[in-house]
């Protein structure tokens, strides 16, 4: 894989074909979020929608932690430890920390997570911004902030609910107890459950077989998921859906994909 310029200390960025792989790279911290990996992720997410030879994203950490959410020591001592290309960035952009954190706006582009052990908090809520997620055997998730006399920012109080049952979202957020990966499976939070240290080969394989699809109906699928929320009537929302739908077959790729069916062979995709 080839590390890309805008990667910081904090937050690796490297692209292996189609796929971008981003890395939260503070394990000394538990990957507790700081300002250097919040400009790495949004750097990343932005380009990730714009550049069109990307076609999904994996999210890891190094470390035994994938993330710890927010550095609450660093909030207990009052420390603000910025770097002055964030401060400028969020001059431009308030809301680049939500950004970073997939609370607003997300790419439109599948983004596949990787967990291994704690993913706490923030590394819980960053999880709800995903798509397809995937968990070792081991690993831990909680969304804890009420424990802690703190409310989830990140978006929990409104995504959990809509992604799981009531009751269960009710139960992550209102006890604030761990969930072990097989809770998590149960629950519906994550997709799968890999042996210790196998996930960033699972994302892999995941993203290689996203790779293979149409990356125009690719994107437009992901749209639909993101955008056309159970408040849209169904009415409305198959409306929406039409409108992804239309261009998506009017191009060359679906052209392609019908013509590579007729013929018995792998379809050659490229996004147009």
């Known amino acids: 894989m080839a590390e890309l310029d805008i990667s910081t200390d904090n937050c690796i960025i490297e692209q292996k074909g189609h796929v971008l792989v981003v890395t939260l790279n503070r394990p000394e911290a538990k990957n507790a979020f700081s300002p250097e990996m919040l400009l790495g992720m949004y750097r990343a997410w932005r380009l990730l929608d714009e550049d069109d030879q990307l076609y999904c994203a994996i999210l890891t950490a190094n470390g035994d932690t994938f993330c710890a959410g927010m550095d609450l020591k660093a909030g207990a001592d009052g420390e603000h430890k910025t770097t002055e290309e964030f401060m400028a960035l969020m001059a431009e952009v308030p809301n680049v920390h939500w950004q970073a954190l997939l609370r607003d706006n997300r790419p ?32 831990i998730f909680g969304v804890t902030e009420v424990a802690r006399g703190l409310y989830p920012m990140s978006g929990s109080s409104i995504r959990l609910r809509r992604q799981i049952p009531y009751c269960l979202a009710a139960e992550v957020l209102l006890l604030a107890e761990h969930i072990t990966a097989q809770q ?50 169904e009415e409305d929302a198959m409306i929406a859906s039409d409108a992804l739908a239309g261009p998506v077959f009017a191009s060359a790729d679906a052209r392609e994909g019908m013509k590579a069916f007729k013929e018995k062979r792998p379809a050659q995709f490229t996004g147009e």
């Open 184 to 233: 998590a499976l149960d629950f519906g939070l994550i997709n799968r459950v890999v042996p210790k240290g196998e996930t960033l080969v699972e994302a892999h394989k995941m993203a290689e077989r996203i790779c293979q699809n149409g990356p125009l109906a690719v994107k437009a699928v992901t749209r639909s998921l993101r955008e056309h929320q159970e408040c849209m009537s």
């Open 108 to 139: 439109c582009k599948p983004i596949i997570l990787a967990v291994e052990g704690y993913a706490l908090a923030g590394g819980t809520e960053i999880l709800q911004g995903t798509d397809l997620r995937i968990g070792a055997e081991d690993a």
